[in-house]
């Protein structure tokens, strides 16, 4: 399958339902390696490694060094993919920054773009100002986990007229500003299909019902690589982590079994 670009993932928004963009969410390069040869469209390497990788309690600690170590790695592994990589909290908090940050990260890990959160003024200034500058900008509305402090918790929005309202005021504006693409995270079904309706550009949605252009996951929590239950809008399809528990407890025991019968006198 030849490598997405820009024109063909925006191409995409006219054959929502018959070929919904696919994205998974990948940290290392062994990962990224077995996804180069599958038909996935997009990988992000999103600030979530802070969680999945680093054992973060939040993305807020993560720092563009290491987001720069695992965007690296992901494109080492799957140079045929349209990699995705989130700029960290903090690294955009004045447009000067942003444009820094940005350029860096893009040049660096040679990613195909870089994702912000919001949909503020400040935010939609930089977006413009890296679109002049040649960085393509994905946008994300919804749940942004950089701000889960200022919105006190995870939940799901979109839930009351002003939430909506404010939603899709900013879906409008992120697209006016340039982004290419646009996640949706945890808003509600009803506000995300409006929001598809209505945009010129994709629909990237996690946990926002099935009808936006496409659908993004984390890859840990698909194949439940880790130790707790994935978000309830993830169905993992195998359980890898008690998977490669049992194995490395059968290698164990098995070698142990090795051990006692070398140790064990010979009888004649």
């Known amino acids: 399958m030849k490598k997405q670009n820009i024109r063909k993932i925006k191409k995409s928004k006219l054959q929502n339902g018959f070929n ?3 994205m998974l ?3 290392d390069y062994q990962s990224a390696q077995m996804l180069n040869e599958t038909p996935i469209d997009m990988i992000l390497v999103g600030d979530s490694l802070g969680n999945v990788m680093l054992g973060y309690d939040t993305t807020i600690p993560v720092s563009l060094d290491e987001m720069l170590v695992f965007s690296k790695a992901v494109r080492r592994g799957a140079p045929d993919k349209f990699i995705v990589a989130d700029l960290p909290f903090g690294t955009y908090a004045t447009k000067k920054d942003g444009i820094k940050n940005a350029i860096k990260l893009f040049q660096q890990s ?3 773009a870089v994702k912000l959160e919001g949909g503020h003024k400040k935010t939609l200034k930089l977006i ?3 679109v002049e500058t040649g ?4 946008g994300h509305l919804g749940l942004t986990p950089q701000s889960v402090h200022q919105l006190g918790g995870y939940y799901t929005h979109g839930k009351n007229k002003s939430s909506a309202e404010l939603l899709i005021e900013s879906a409008f504006e992120l697209q ?3 982004v290419f693409a646009l996640v949706l995270e945890c808003v509600t079904e009803d506000v995300a299909n409006e929001i598809t309706r209505n945009l010129s550009i994709p629909t990237i949605g996690i946990g926002s019902g099935p009808k936006t252009d496409g659908q993004v996951l984390v890859i840990n929590d698909l194949l439940q690589m880790g130790k707790f239950t994935p ?3 993830c169905k993992p399809m195998i359980n890898l982590f008690e998977l490669k528990k049992d194995l490395i407890t059968k290698y164990c025991h098995d070698w142990n079994s090795v051990t006692e019968n070398d140790e064990k006198p010979l009888h004649h």
Do not use: D, H, I, N
């Open 128 to 130: 413009r100002s890296l």
């Open 176 to 178: 006016k500003a340039g």
């Open 231 to 233: 978000p309830s809008f």
């Open 20 to 22: 919904p963009l696919q």
């Open 135 to 138: 960085v393509p900008v994905m």
């Open 110 to 112: 040679q990613c195909e």
């Open 25 to 27: 969410t990948c940290y």
